[in-house]
């Protein structure tokens, strides 16, 4: 075991809440080291909807959450101006729907006292026509419809660039890091103890332990013996790599469940499930049934659904806060602050609960706990301190396209991850080749994250820089990206090739679930060539 090293806090779970938390606490002058099992954003916050929204849905039983998550978001969404866009929604009715285009508008009258706290417009309704103007492919049988806006957000960017400020702050933060103990004395906890990437066990003592890792909050809190209750629910989601709308659009299930259609900056998501889980969250399977209740759900109002070929699937569980009885869908999304010396666990809090759309408030309440516990007196100024690549405004990105040579597209996803700090990131990173030509990636990007945003495999580069996330799902740029990655940390000729079967197989279960005919056909041939090359 290596020697410990020493913080004021030690944050386990590199998701949106625990990256949060330790930028909170960083930037009140506290010292943090921040463990993260897998990969930043790895966990439910990537496998999100992608959406900094107020849920209108909660309005029906559960008004504070919708109030307190929209007050959030409009502080989120100024923040963070790089990371969001404007996510546009219809919402048809139909004859037989559980709302008629009354009940629906009074709905989105109530939900539009709420918008301006988060910088969204208020919903407009049309009449049949103007909804088919607006999107031919609804069905014709629809009565009408209303709009609703919300945010749309690139959670792995917005988790990272958490870490990023944390880190400038004085954070050591450590991804592929599992926390396998407490470090206790007597009913305290002082410190943990973690497994890093190479395998070796090392130990750090803090004043203050947070368990911030969402749904395996109770894994982590059994670890001091004391419960923390969760009811976690599983939600999966189908991805296609384009635009089939520039409208988002919902539907009701066959239960009578929300779906939605989001249409997202370059890819459209279709989603999503919402049910108990009680498996192993480190291996969770996306089912032929999910994949068929949500498309059966959105070819009512969308019939030409099925002729659209998806790529792949995501699928995560919400650390939803214990309830007995309600049906997963009418959970709650409130979350609550433990300080476990109630329990007489003294040093150690548990987060659990919430929404990405309110990570900012359960950070600064968590950390706020934190303080008082540690008799520490520093205000929380994450409300209107920008994040990384927000400190002033963005070059014009034709100017940025010119200066660097790089095509326009590509300067524009770079500014849409970096914000006003994407031309240090073409000079720094070195060549404006284009990695993949589907999704214009530079080279550059992934150099410059391979160096400074911790990537250490391909998959983190899909979450740093949407590696594999086009139309080619990564079969033109996943070997030349081997070669960069493996060109910066020093990798072998055969440990590049590994890494590069590595991420092939892996992206195959997501993709496993919604491979037509034509899909399975395409995956052998890819697979085949695969185990047909040599390193
Ligand atoms: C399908 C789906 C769609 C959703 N859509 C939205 C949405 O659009 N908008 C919204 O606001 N909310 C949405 N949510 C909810 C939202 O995603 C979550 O509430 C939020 O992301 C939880 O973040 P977290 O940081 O608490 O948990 P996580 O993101 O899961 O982070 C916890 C981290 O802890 C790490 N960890 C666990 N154990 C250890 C250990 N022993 N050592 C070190 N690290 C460990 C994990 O690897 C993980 O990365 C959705 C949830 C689901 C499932």
């Not at 502080?75 to 004859?95: D, E, G, T």
């Not at 969770?284 to 792949?312: K, M, N």
């Not at 609550?336 to 408030?361: C, P, Q, W």
């Amino acid at each position: 075991m290596s020697p410990s090293s020493a913080h004021d806090v030690c944050v386990i779970g590199g998701g949106v809440t625990g990256a949060g938390i330790a930028r909170d606490l960083c930037l009140r002058g506290l010292s943090v080291l921040l463990l993260e099992k897998g990969d930043w954003g790895g966990g439910t916050s990537g496998a999100s909807s992608w959406m900094i929204h107020g849920g209108p849905r909660y309005l029906e039983f559960d008004w504070d959450t919708t109030r307190t998550s929209t007050k959030d978001a409009g502080y989120i969404v100024s923040i963070a101006r790089n990371l969001v866009y404007r996510v546009v929604f219809l919402i048809p009715v139909l004859p037989h729907d559980r709302n008629n285009i009354e009940r629906m508008e009074t709905a989105m009258e109530v939900y539009d006292r709420f918008q301006p706290l988060k910088k969204a417009h208020p919903h407009r309704r049309l009449s049949r026509a103007e909804a088919l103007q607006a999107e031919p492919g609804l069905t014709p049988d629809l009565i009408g419809a209303v709009t609703m806006e919300e945010w749309g957000v690139d959670p792995h960017r917005l988790v990272y660039a958490n870490v990023q400020d944390a880190v400038a702050h004085g954070a050591r933060a450590l991804n592929h890091t599992r926390v396998v103990d407490l470090v206790r004395d007597g009913g305290k906890v002082i410190g943990v103890r973690y497994r890093g990437p190479d395998g070796v066990i090392s130990e750090a003592r803090a004043r203050v332990v947070v368990n911030a890792t969402g749904p395996w909050s109770p894994e982590v809190s059994g670890m001091a013996g004391v419960p923390v209750q969760l009811r976690p629910a599983k939600g999966i989601h189908i991805i296609y790599p384009h635009r089939i709308s520039n409208f988002s659009i919902s539907a009701e299930s066959i239960d009578g469940r929300d779906l939605l259609m989001v249409s997202h900056s370059g890819f459209t998501l279709l989603g999503t499930t919402d049910d108990d889980f009680y498996g192993d969250l480190d291996s969770i399977d996306v089912l032929q049934d999910e994949v068929d209740y949500l498309l059966q759900g959105i070819e009512r109002v969308f019939p030409t659904i099925r002729r659209y070929r998806p790529v792949r699937t995501t699928t995560g569980v919400r650390p939803t806060l214990y309830k007995w009885r309600r049906y997963e869908d009418e959970l709650s999304r409130r979350y609550e602050v433990i300080d476990h010396a109630g329990e007489g666990v003294e040093g150690f809090v548990t987060i659990a609960g919430g929404k990405l759309s309110m990570y900012r408030l359960m950070a600064e309440q968590t950390s706020d706990a934190v303080c008082r516990k540690l008799g520490h007196q520093a205000p929380c100024t994450t409300a209107t301190r920008p994040l990384p690549g927000n400190e002033s405004d963005v070059e014009p990105p034709a100017d940025l396209a010119r200066r660097c040579g790089v095509p326009a597209l590509a300067a524009v996803k770079l500014q849409t991850r970096h914000g006003s700090n994407a031309g240090k990131v073409l000079e720094e990173g070195g060549t404006g080749r284009l990695l993949c030509r589907c999704e214009p990636i530079t080279e550059a990007e992934l150099t410059f994250a391979t160096r400074h945003e911790q990537v250490r495999s391909l998959a983190d580069a899909f979450r740093r820089v949407g590696l594999a996330g086009g139309p080619c799902a990564g079969a033109a740029c996943v070997m030349r990206a081997g070669e960069v990655i493996g060109h910066e940390l020093g990798w072998s000729a055969s440990q590049r090739f590994e890494a590069v079967r590595e991420f092939v197989q892996g992206s195959w279960l997501g993709r496993a679930p919604v491979l037509g005919h034509a899909g399975w056909v395409q995956e052998e041939m890819a697979q085949g060539a695969m185990r047909g090359l040599k390193a």
